[in-house]
């Protein structure tokens, strides 16, 4: 079975800093990983995945996470937010071989004027 | 714009009563998927659905709880008796393959009085 860690449930940050949101996963298995990001009253939104091939995967709106096999985390990182970025981002995994999603409780990023 | 529309958005039911939410995914896709997150906590799989028949499902999705396709184009979940724990955001997915990167609809808020 699966798991996924993510180590901060609310991260702050100011427009235009750097920001990287953390998630780390247990697995028995070869993962495919992937992070999600939900507006406000919206739903999951694919932001990128990783599923083989290079470690440092670019994703929508600017994000990009790097798969650390040793470390077993896949950290999800924008050099410059905005406050648009504004929403709760989900780290989840799956069984390479397999169909169903396992999420982490998200992390709510605040983007501060 | 989602490529999986849900409807309704917010159903209000009473204890007891039946539920049928849908999800109508706008591409010709096989896999279909139904997760919930119930208010604070993690998004959490419940279903999965391949050639009209369940391939797996988690152990939430008791006998309380259905899934079919009736006419081909419509994915449904039926709860057969709310009960007010089944308040939660049920969002349907679908996925073009086994293992490619699921698709959420916007999700229907069910509220069991």
């Known amino acids: 079975a699966q798991s996924v860690t993510q180590l901060d449930s609310q991260v702050p940050v100011f427009e235009e800093a750097p920001v990287e949101l953390r998630c780390n996963y247990s697995?028995?298995?070869?993962?495919?990983l992937f992070w999600y990001v939900q507006y406000p009253n919206q739903g999951l939104q694919l932001l990128l995945k990783?599923?083989?091939?290079?470690?440092l995967v670019k994703g929508i709106n600017g994000f990009e996470a790097e798969f650390n096999k040793s470390q077993t985390s896949f950290h999800l990182r924008k050099p410059s937010v905005h406050i648009s970025d504004t929403a709760e981002y989900f780290c989840a995994v799956s069984e390479e071989y397999g169909n169903k999603l396992v999420f982490g409780a998200g992390t709510i990023l605040r983007v501060k004027s | 714009e989602p490529e999986v529309t849900q409807t309704p958005s917010h159903q209000v039911t009473q204890m007891g009563q039946e539920v049928i939410l849908r999800c109508v995914p706008i591409s010709n896709h096989l896999y279909f998927y139904w997760y919930r997150q119930i208010l604070g906590q993690k998004v959490e799989f419940l279903v999965s659905f391949y050639n009209n028949e369940i391939s797996e499902k988690s152990e939430i999705f008791d006998d309380q709880f259905s899934v079919e396709r009736p006419d081909g184009s419509n994915f449904t979940l039926k709860i057969r008796s709310t009960k007010l724990e089944d308040s939660a955001m049920y969002f349907c997915?679908?996925?073009?393959?086994?293992?490619?990167?699921?698709?959420f609809g916007n999700g229907t808020r069910l509220t069991v009085t």
């Open positions: 997915a679908r996925g073009k393959s086994y293992n490619s990167p699921l698709h």
């Open positions: 697995s028995s298995v070869s993962v495919y």
């Open positions: 990783y599923l083989s091939g290079s470690t």
